[in-house]
């Protein structure tokens, strides 16, 4: 995984977006860009800045490498643990939306926030092993906080809108950075059916209209760039070949599986 995301960080540095699930360095490499485009965006935020440049200079780090020759440096190592160990300030907020929602007593939410935060079988995973897995909860546990605080507000109240559709708007950014989280989906759909769209027992055409049209446009936002290509059809296509890879595995390594 180290080898994957520091792939992913020298294509989006040094390639233009149209050929980011394209490359895969003329077979030199299974470490391709296989994530949905807003993760793509945070490893582009990640390996295009004054910060990283000046931290990795004259280093390999961000350099289009066969899988052959790509041993990292000391330094590209604590690079990548360190952007990791970051975006876990993600979770402490994800973590303290939901306990904080789940929990009135500050207390027994502060209880839950740190088991979650000091997790030690997440930070051995996340810190050691090279993911964002930390983050990636973080928008969950957003998402639900939000949806709890949703339920806790009049029907008809402006904070019942915005809560519910501020948990469903971080579910489709959830989406658009790990797809693995589509199982969810079902889940969502149904609950924000019944909790949402009928109000004091009857169904609104309108609560429905306006969850469609911000959950749609959260989902698209993202793609826009790859749709404003030249060929933006096959570009969605690769992007969708990439995301499922039936043809190769949906695995890298049997051991994965």
């Excluded at 995301?5 to 980011?20: D, F, I, M, Q």
């Excluded at 490893?43 to 440049?53: D, K, R, V």
């Excluded at 360190?82 to 929990?103: K, P, Q, R, Y």
């Excluded at 296509?237 to 890298?252: E, K, M, S, Y």
Aim: negative net charge; glycine residues 4%.
């Amino acid at each position: 995984d180290f080898d994957i995301h520091r792939n992913w960080l020298a294509v989006t540095h040094n390639l233009p977006l149209r050929e980011w699930y394209f490359d895969d360095m003329n077979g030199t490499t299974v470490h391709t860009l296989d994530y949905p485009p807003a993760f793509a965006y945070f490893e582009w935020a990640i390996s295009n800045n004054p910060l990283t440049t000046s931290i990795l200079a004259d280093d390999r780090c961000l350099e289009l490498l066969p899988d052959t020759d790509n041993d990292p440096s000391s330094r590209c190592v604590a690079f990548q643990r360190s952007t990791v160990i970051l975006s876990d300030l993600i979770l402490w907020v994800g973590a303290w939306l939901a306990c904080t929602a789940f929990h009135r007593n500050i207390s027994n939410a502060t209880i839950c926030f740190l088991l979650i935060v000091l997790n030690p079988g997440l930070l051995w995973l996340d810190h050691i092993h090279f993911q964002y897995n930390g983050m990636l909860l973080g928008i969950l546990l957003a998402s639900l906080g939000f949806l709890i605080r949703g339920s806790q507000h009049p029907q008809r109240s402006p904070e019942f809108d915005f809560y519910h559709l501020a948990g469903a708007v971080l579910y489709a950014l959830l989406l658009n950075m790990k797809h693995l989280y589509l199982p969810l989906a079902p889940l969502y759909f149904f609950y924000l059916l019944r909790r949402y769209c009928f109000i004091d027992g009857e169904f609104s055409s309108r609560n429905l209209l306006l969850l469609g049209c911000v959950t749609a446009t959260s989902l698209v936002l993202p793609w826009i760039p790859f749709l404003l290509q030249e060929d933006p059809m096959e570009q969605v296509r690769q992007i969708l070949v990439r995301l499922f890879p039936f043809g190769r595995g949906l695995v890298h390594d049997y051991w994965a599986a």
